[in-house]
Every structure is written in structure tokens, then in C-alpha cells.
């Protein structure tokens, strides 16, 4: 690579490092640099608010014979914010492996508190669930999956069996879950953004992932940055992945020294992969090879 542009990445990598998630310009500019190898459908309703919305994107190509595998990927933003579009790279990233990406909005603080979110993400499944043949998706591997509090959400679908049951999925409908730097296990709440989403101090009982994962039976994929910040991976990744293998589950786990908590999902756009190969292990957990 010439040194300019060597530079002009570097630059780019600093100033998204830095920069708010949800921002939709910084998903818009990675989107432009990930390619397309995708049908996408987006702004598709599955719930009558404003934010009941998601995106779909499918594989270029002919399906397999039984469809496509299925991710259905949950953002973060500390559950006060967060665009789907902002998540496009995303899409086209998993959808150009052979996934078929769907990336639903969901309700968000001061609108919503604990467990609406979750509520939301049930229904985002199970509506996708039910279109997936129209998409050529192949219903036996469906996968929940998510970033920072996107990945709270997803483990919270796969691991506590009521959400899912609530919005009509029956049990055994999940082939497995991958997270990135999920907050799986974070009481007492120190962010201040964050406590009144689950109502510190008088935290609802049930809150937290790893009280749930003994009971999950499907393969898991735990990714994090080495020196996440925000999210600590020992903490959370670690102990998780503990819990999970004390109880039979199988486990990947992965620590990736070069990024951080932002840059671990910015991974997935095209100019950025040499960060982390996370692509290359999302793949693959869900499609083998």
C-alpha cells in the first residue's frame, strides 16, 4: 500500500476510534468502502413503532440447498441510541460470506427502560423468522448476535428462554449466538448513562446474561478487544465463556489485541479488517470452513 494511503487509513482508524458509534457518518463512509455483494432491503416494519424497523441483506447468488444461514445482529449505544444504517458495513460484510444479515432497530432510554429492548428484539426474531423463506434463509441456522449492548441483547435472547417464548419462538429455534464486547455480567452500574436504564439503584432480578448461560445448550462465539476500556473482557468475555463451558456449552473465544471497544466492530469494513480478523472467525463459527 502506498505510504498516503497507508496514512490516510491510519487517519481514519484514529478519528473512528475516537468517534461516537452512532454516528451515521462514519457508518455511511465504511459502508462506501465495504463492498456490495448484497440484495438489500431496508426500512422493513416489524412492529408499529416509529423504531420497529430492519434491515435485511442477502447473499449475491444462488442460496445452498437448505438457504442461507442466518444472522440476526443487534447494535450497541449504551441503550440510548443507535442507528441500523448506521450498521450497513455490517450487513454487507456478512451478507458477502454467505450470511444473510438482518439488523433491526429497537426502542431505546428515555423512551423504553429494561426490558423493552428486549421485548422489541424478541419480536425482530421471530418476525424474521417467519420471513426467512421468502429470503432464501435456511430456518435450522438461525444466529442471534450483537455489539456492546446489542450484544447484551442478543445474549439475553439465546440464554433466558422467556423473551423468545413471550414473542412466539419456540425453544431449540436458535442454532447459536456470537457476541462482541458484550456487558454480560456489569452490577453495579457505574455509567451514569446507563443506571437509569435498568433502574439503579433497584436493579430488576434477571438481569444479567451470565446468571442464564448454564442453560444454553447451542455453540457460542465470544469475541474482545484485549484492552477494551469500556467493557471489561475479563470480566465479561472471560467469565462468560466460563460459565458457558461449566455448563457443557461449546465455546469459541477470542481476544484481539489490536482493537479496542469501537474498532472492534469497525473490523468488519473492508479497509479496516487488518485490525482484527473477526470477519474471518464470525464466518467461520456460522458457516464453517
Not at 441510541?81 to 428515555?110: H, N
Request: net charge positive.
Amino acid at each position: 500500500m502506498a505510504s498516503g494511503r497507508r496514512r490516510g487509513l491510519l487517519a481514519s482508524v484514529a478519528a473512528f476510534a475516537t468517534a461516537p458509534l452512532a454516528g451515521c457518518s462514519w457508518g455511511g463512509a465504511l459502508a462506501a468502502v465495504t463492498p456490495a455483494d448484497a440484495r438489500e432491503q431496508t426500512d422493513l416494519a416489524f412492529g408499529e413503532d416509529p423504531r420497529h424497523r430492519l434491515d435485511v441483506y442477502v447473499p449475491a447468488g444462488t442460496p445452498p440447498a437448505a438457504g442461507w444461514p442466518v444472522v440476526v445482529f443487534f447494535y450497541g449505544g449504551s441503550w440510548n441510541g443507535g442507528a441500523r444504517a448506521t450498521y450497513r458495513f455490517v450487513g454487507r460484510a456478512l451478507a458477502s460470506r454467505g450470511m444473510l444479515a438482518v439488523i433491526p432497530a429497537y426502542r431505546v432510554y428515555p423512551q423504553v427502560r429494561y426490558p423493552a429492548f428486549l421485548e422489541d428484539g424478541a419480536r425482530a426474531l421471530a418476525w424474521t423468522r417467519r420471513q426467512l423463506g421468502g429470503w432464501g434463509g435456511d430456518p435450522a441456522r438461525l444466529f442471534v448476535a450483537g455489539h456492546s449492548a446489542g450484544a447484551y441483547n442478543a445474549a439475553m435472547l439465546a440464554f433466558d428462554r422467556r423473551w423468545l417464548a413471550e414473542a412466539g419462538v419456540p425453544p431449540g429455534a436458535l442454532a447459536g449466538f456470537w457476541g462482541l464486547a458484550g456487558p454480560y455480567d456489569f452490577l453495579p452500574i457505574e455509567n451514569p448513562d446507563v443506571k437509569p436504564v435498568f433502574f439503579h439503584p433497584d436493579y430488576p432480578p434477571g438481569t444479567q446474561p451470565i446468571d442464564h448461560a448454564r442453560g444454553f445448550d447451542r455453540p457460542v462465539f465470544l469475541g474482545a478487544a484485549a484492552s477494551d476500556s469500556l467493557v471489561d473482557p475479563t470480566r465479561n468475555t472471560g467469565q462468560l465463556a466460563s460459565r458457558l463451558r461449566e455448563g457443557g456449552t461449546p465455546v469459541v473465544e477470542r481476544l484481539y489485541p489490536r482493537a479496542n471497544h469501537v474498532t472492534l466492530v469497525g473490523a468488519f469494513a473492508g479497509p479496516l479488517r487488518w485490525i482484527a480478523p473477526v470477519l474471518d472467525d464470525v464466518t467461520a463459527f456460522v458457516v464453517g470452513g
